[in-house]
């Protein structure tokens, strides 16, 4: 906009055009600031999400933890039978679920940094192979015991259908990104991840209930 300016200096300050590229370029700088504060602003959301994302995946990431510091009427165990707490089964599938649901939670959100994972590639492909691992395992824990979900049968269908698609997306992501299909692979594991973080948003909505 400057070579306007100058070009119509030099064509006299009482020519029409003149001043017209003055308007002109105050509007479009007037544009420019206002971008450039919605571009400040976006950036400044998307960190602020970001870190809010990353603080509730270790938070109830490391959540479990818990159950092995207290007695057994903590959470969940509190609403459950002293019979089914004497199930041999059902103990070995909830903290199952619980520990690797925990890990998988704690390290999957920093798979969705793509300066992360473009810098530290290796650190990228061990931590993948730890989150299929991890939920798969807690996966089809949270199949087997979610027949006896507290709530009755829509809370287990409920439970049942969650750890059906987070098997399922899962198991695919692993399948495309074993096949090179990188995009399919990072959509899929968007929606397992999506499914595994259920652990956060059931426990930002029981409160609400």
Not at 23 to 48: P, V
Not at 128 to 152: C, E, R
Request: hydrophobic share 50%.
């Amino acid at each position: 906009m400057a070579v306007f300016e100058v070009w119509f200096f030099r064509r006299g300050r009482n020519s029409i055009l003149y001043y017209f590229s003055l308007i002109l370029a105050q509007f479009s700088n007037k544009l420019l600031y206002q971008n450039n504060c919605r571009s400040t602003l976006n950036h400044t959301m998307k960190n602020t999400l970001w870190v809010l994302f990353g603080f509730f995946a270790l938070a109830i990431g490391a959540y479990p933890s818990i159950y092995f510091l207290v007695d057994r009427e903590f959470g969940l165990l509190n609403t459950k039978s002293p019979e089914l707490l004497d199930n041999l089964a059902w103990n070995i599938g909830f903290y199952t679920h619980i520990i690797a649901g925990g890990i998988a939670l704690l390290l999957g959100w920093t798979q969705f940094s793509p300066r992360l994972r473009n810098r530290f590639l290796n650190a990228h492909r061990n931590i993948g192979k730890i989150y299929v691992i991890t939920a798969l395992l807690s996966g089809l824990a949270g199949l087997s015991i979610g027949f006896f979900a507290t709530g009755g049968p829509i809370a287990a269908a409920g439970f049942i259908s969650l750890a059906l698609v987070w098997l399922y997306t899962t198991w695919q992501a692993f399948r495309h990104i074993r096949l090179g299909r990188v995009a399919a692979h990072e959509q899929m594991m968007l929606y397992s991840y999506a499914a595994c973080f259920a652990a956060v948003t059931l426990r930002i909505w029981l409160p609400l209930l």
